[in-house]
């Protein structure tokens, strides 16, 4: 039996990928951050690898700053931040994140807010701001903070599709 494209390229993908998690909060704590311990959790139940956690304030040149920084990190092949993607005059991680795409996947966005509106929150979900894409060599994904848009995001986007987003990243022509 034929596989399908899809099939193929994630079998191709690798088996593992190093993540960063970045929380963007003026209020959340180490303690306090359910969203980020979420995040983390799941990675690592899905067999991904953690190589460092932060939290930032909700300020567009200091997300921009420690983005870019991680995302040049030799050591670090995907971003994923939670928090600050609404539409708050505080909320710029849509902003900071966009500025520094090299390609964006707006699918991302797309069947996130789609799934928050059938599966969760209804009409509500056009405030969200998800966002992901590229930086060089380093997928970036940004969601909601609040746990259930992480684990929305998560358990049905990025943990099933980030070997297969690092597969794509890597493959040479």
Known sequence: MELSSVEEHRREAPKSVSCYIITVSDTRTPETDSGGDLVQTLLEEAGYIIKGRTIVKDDYEEIREL???RSVHSDIEAVLLTG????SPRDTTYEAV???LDKSLPGFGEIFRYLSF???IGSAAILSRAIAGTIGSTAVFS???STGAVK???SRIIIP???HVMREIYKRT
């Open 143 to 145: 969601m909601p903070g």
């Open 161 to 163: 599709e980030l070997r």
């Open 98 to 100: 966009a500025s520094l």
């Open 118 to 120: 059938t599966e969760d």
């Open 67 to 69: 983005v870019y920084k």
């Open 152 to 154: 929305l995001a998560m």
């Open 84 to 87: 600050g993607t609404g539409i």
